[in-house]
């Protein structure tokens, strides 16, 4: 598994662990960015399932350097591809919802085609297609605002200005689901253990390939900090602003280098029919991993 420092990567060293021989690398010893470096790391440990939930993510500095977020993203998925199809091993890689325009009404489905608006998601779909030519043992999963207890997300960067300021203005004209990491691991776990139960002597085949993973729902980002806001407040934990003092913005009035899709609301039908899952509100999954964060103060 790559990226362990990560906010998706710590999760899934809790629901990985347990299903075998968990080898979790951080970049000091899988640069993503270097093929040299991630054919060694794959070779030396002749893995049957690579997981890679690392990426370059730093989104709006992509725009001035796109180099990183080509290595990371855009080529590494291929190498990764092409060592596993040596070894017959599956690989499960997260792509993004940046990979769409976000100009769709509806939530987009596998079968839309994919239009980014900056390098990022562009880099993100190039190393999808590189996944996908290297090798047919694959899991692509996209999905769309990952929160977690560990790492950098925004309902902490919320908890903290909310414990600073008394008004925050947010953008609310940009749509979709926020997807709990914890969630994304769990799902990843129980793919894996289908995935290796399929290998067995006369097991069916197995559905490889694109799926679109997120929670149910869908919601603004103005309304995600109130969401936030108000149940960190139930919870008792002090914070200056209340929710009816976030205040809507318009992405116009948020200008940022890359441009953000309107719309991330992904259709998961695809996922949930396939492997026989349901997928929960966002709303319980930012609940549980607020009620974490309480914990930990």
């Known amino acids: 598994m790559t990226g362990k420092t990560g906010q998706l990567g710590f999760e899934l060293q809790r629901t990985l662990a347990p299903l075998g021989e968990l080898v979790a690398l951080d970049r000091s010893a899988c640069d993503l960015a270097d093929p040299v470096s991630v054919r060694a790391a794959v070779r030396a440990v002749a893995p049957d399932v690579i997981v890679n939930p690392a ?49 769709k009404e509806g939530a987009y489905t596998e079968a839309d085609a994919p239009c980014p608006l900056g390098v990022y998601g562009q880099t993100k779909l190039d190393g999808e297609r590189a996944l996908a030519s290297a090798t047919a043992r694959h899991l692509i999963l996209r999905t769309s605002w990952v929160v ?20 925050l203005r947010v953008v609310a004209d940009q749509f979709g ?10 799902l990843t776990a129980h793919l894996v253990m289908r995935y290796r139960q399929s290998i ?43 929710p009816e003092h976030i205040i809507p913005i318009g992405t116009a009035d948020y200008p940022t280098p890359a441009r953000r899709p309107a719309n991330s609301r992904l259709a998961t039908g695809h996922f949930q029919r396939t492997f026989g899952l349901r997928l929960p509100p966002w709303q319980d999954q930012v609940r549980h991993i607020l009620q974490q964060l309480n914990g930990a103060h």
């Open 55 to 103: 990426a370059w993510t730093a989104v709006d500095a992509a725009e001035a350097d796109a180099a990183p977020a080509i290595a990371v993203n855009a080529v590494s998925p291929g190498v990764l591809g092409e060592e596993a199809a040596r070894l017959g091993a599956l690989v499960v890689h997260f792509s993004t919802d940046y990979v769409f325009d976000g100009s």
């Open 148 to 167: 977690g207890a560990y790492g950098n997300n925004f309902a902490k960067t919320m908890l903290r200005l909310a414990a600073e300021r008394e008004q």
């Open 200 to 242: 067995q002597p006369g097991a069916g085949d197995f559905p490889f390939g694109l799926y679109h993973v997120s929670s149910t729902g869908e919601t603004n980002w103005c309304d995600y900090a109130r969401f936030i806001v108000a149940e960190a407040r139930a919870l008792g934990q002090q914070l200056k602003v209340q």
């Open 177 to 186: 689901a926020p997807t709990s990491a914890a969630l994304l691991a769990d």
